[in-house]
């Protein structure tokens, strides 16, 4: 009986694939001829990433394999300081790749001991694009570029840290908690100290 509840979960928890299929099944009513040339369109597509993908979950392997969570605890740890926020910001800035590429490397680099300040950092610093500066400059004037990319960096470190005091810690206690009446009901927001 456990084992089939065990399925039932994981069928619920596909929230993603119930919706995508409803809405095939709405467009396949609609227009048969439209809703076969977008499943085309999107089994070509998954085809043109599936390597990619594929490629990302070996080179996490790797990393889980060869480079071992003492180098990366060291690295981009609790114990790193401020020397492990500065490698975050370096990386996220000239990292470059799609989201289903990059998120399951932070995922990785997580497990193996980084602190969740710096996947934070990581992903704020993604955002500045350098190679895409100079089209930035072009459309949107390069005042615009400038400033956007120095907020992006000055303003990453601290937003990770932030984010990492909200998260919770390894042993699983929140820093920031919601206390919760029999109900269900949210009462009182705050922190540990405060508890």
């Given amino acids: 009986m456990s084992k089939f509840n065990s399925i039932l979960r994981w069928w619920l928890r596909q929230r993603m694939l119930w919706m995508v299929t409803c809405l095939y099944l709405w467009a396949w009513s609609v227009s048969p001829v439209k809703a076969f040339a977008a499943l085309t369109y999107g089994i070509h597509l998954f085809a043109s990433v599936l390597i990619i993908i594929v490629a990302v979950f070996a080179l996490t392997g790797l990393i889980k394999v060869k480079i071992g969570r003492d180098f990366i605890s060291s690295l981009l740890g609790y114990g790193s300081g401020v020397k492990g926020l500065l490698i975050a910001l370096v990386c996220g800035t000239l990292m470059i790749g799609p989201a289903y590429v990059i998120f399951p490397l932070l995922m990785s680099v997580k497990r193996l001991g980084a602190r969740w300040a710096v996947v934070a950092i990581v992903l704020v610093a993604w955002a500045i694009k350098p190679q895409m500066l100079p ?42 908690y919601v206390k919760e009446n029999v109900s269900g009901k949210k009462l009182k927001c705050g922190t540990k100290q405060e508890a």
């Fill in 135 to 176: 089209i930035e400059a072009q459309f949107l004037g390069f005042p615009f570029a400038l400033v956007r990319t120095g907020l992006i960096i000055i303003m990453a470190i601290p937003l990770g840290l932030f984010i990492e005091w909200l998260m919770p810690d390894e042993r699983g206690s929140a820093k920031f």
